[in-house]
């Protein structure tokens, strides 16, 4: 008996027709193991490049928190000057209120004062050096 062809199959390949299976001799876990030069190089300059933007990120960040910073303090200081300007202007005007002649002529003639038509002159020439004799006098008897 011989097998029956199914139209669509084709006969399986006979033995000789298989390929050719070498086997190379290795060096199993011996072989070296490096990696390639190539490789090491371009994992260091990534790892430099990596390094390089971080800290030109770290450098950017702290100038920027800088310069916040003095941004802020000019601002304050400029708000506390007009302040101090304003406060100023209004104590010049005040002193000039408070020190004005009319205002004090005004108080002083609500508390039931007038002005001096002439002034008056006291001489305490005579009693002063009769006090100076007086007193020269009791010195003396002290020390005795």
């Known amino acids: ?62 100038l920027a928190g800088l310069t916040t910073a003095t941004l802020n303090n000019a601002a304050t200081l400029s708000n506390e000057l007009t302040e101090a300007q304003e406060q100023s202007s209004e104590l010049e005007v005040m002193r000039a209120v408070y020190g004005s002649s009319t205002r004090i002529r005004d108080l002083a003639e609500g508390y ?15 009693y002063v050096d009769s006090s100076a004799d007086t007193g020269a006098s009791a010195l003396s008897a002290l020390g005795q």
């Open 1 to 62: 008996m011989q097998p029956e062809t199914y139209a669509g199959h084709a006969s399986a390949p006979t033995p000789s027709a298989r390929p050719r299976l070498d086997v190379v001799t290795g060096a199993g876990r011996e072989a070296s193991q490096e990696v390639s030069p190539q490789f090491t190089h371009c994992v260091k300059v990534f790892a430099v490049l990596a390094v390089l933007f971080v800290a030109i990120g770290v450098f950017r960040v702290a």
């Open 112 to 126: 039931g004062m007038v002005t001096a038509d002439s002034g008056i002159t006291l001489d305490f020439t005579e």
